[in-house]
């Protein structure tokens, strides 16, 4: 098994956590508080990040292009406005099909890489994206009484459009992390990840604590009341940005989403055997197409 499979299982299992941490902070905080402490607090933890992977390899910082700073801001831009386009969903009745569409990113993904970064996707690769998507929109859709074909009707409703929307964002902010970790040229995909990491992760932190102080500047004080919550968050954030930019460095950013698209097992094993919680048919048929698109790349890597 190559090694970028490894750090994206390993990613989207740090994920999850991260995901379920910050849940619960979207409860004490508002949204956008509870955004920046995935990027403010994650800052420091990403440099140390950086320097155990220069460290480790024994290299030196590379040089940062003028494409290189293009490609970060474009990345980090996109990939605020996926997160801000994602928490509208949150308010809208009918959240399943908006995030079905959601689910589309690796799809998406590889048609950035085809468009940007000239990257033509192979047929495994195609069909472990068609397949893992396929797997995440039946259990996505697993409560659903309409059922998964009415996704076809219902791109016209402004839920289903909102999620597409986020899809494209976060689709392109991959793509643009994984170029921008390329320009660098070397010397190592941990220190090219984890420079990617550093610069980005600040930008965006700034970015929303300038959003944070011209909006809601009491946000401030309910994030330093949950710092060691928050702390935790940008912790488990940066190691997890730190897996996907490696990943993403080594291999095609639609391949890196579709194996990541294993994040949804982690959380049915947690509801499963921490919750004692059921899965129907279509949520275990969800889970074994989505094993299959990762074995299929596994097997034809």
Known sequence: MEIWILITIAAAFVQNIRSSLQKHLRGQMGTAGATFVRFGFGVPFALIFLAIAITATGTELPVLQGSFFGWIIVAALAQIFGQVLLIMLFTMRNFAVGSAYIRVEPVLAAAFGFALLLETPTLPLIIAVAVSVLGVLLITMAHV??????????????????????????????????????????PNFLVQGGVTLCVAITLQALIMALWIAIKDPADFKRIAVKW??????????????????????????????AVAQIEMLFAFATSYFAFKEQMNRREITGCLLIVCGVLVLVLTR
Do not use: H, P
Request: hydrophobic share 55%; proline share 0%; no cysteine.
């Open 228 to 257: 060691k919550t928050s702390a935790m968050v940008g912790f488990v954030g940066a190691l997890a940005s730190f897996g996907w930019f490696t990943a993403m460095t080594l291999e095609q950013a639609a391949a890196v989403k």
């Open 145 to 186: 009484k309409a059922g998964i074909w009415s996704l076809a009707t219902a791109v016209t409703k402004r839920e289903a459009q909102i999620g597409l929307a986020s899809a494209a964002m976060f689709g392109l902010a991959a793509v643009s992390f994984r170029g921008a970790s390329l320009s660098l040229g070397g």
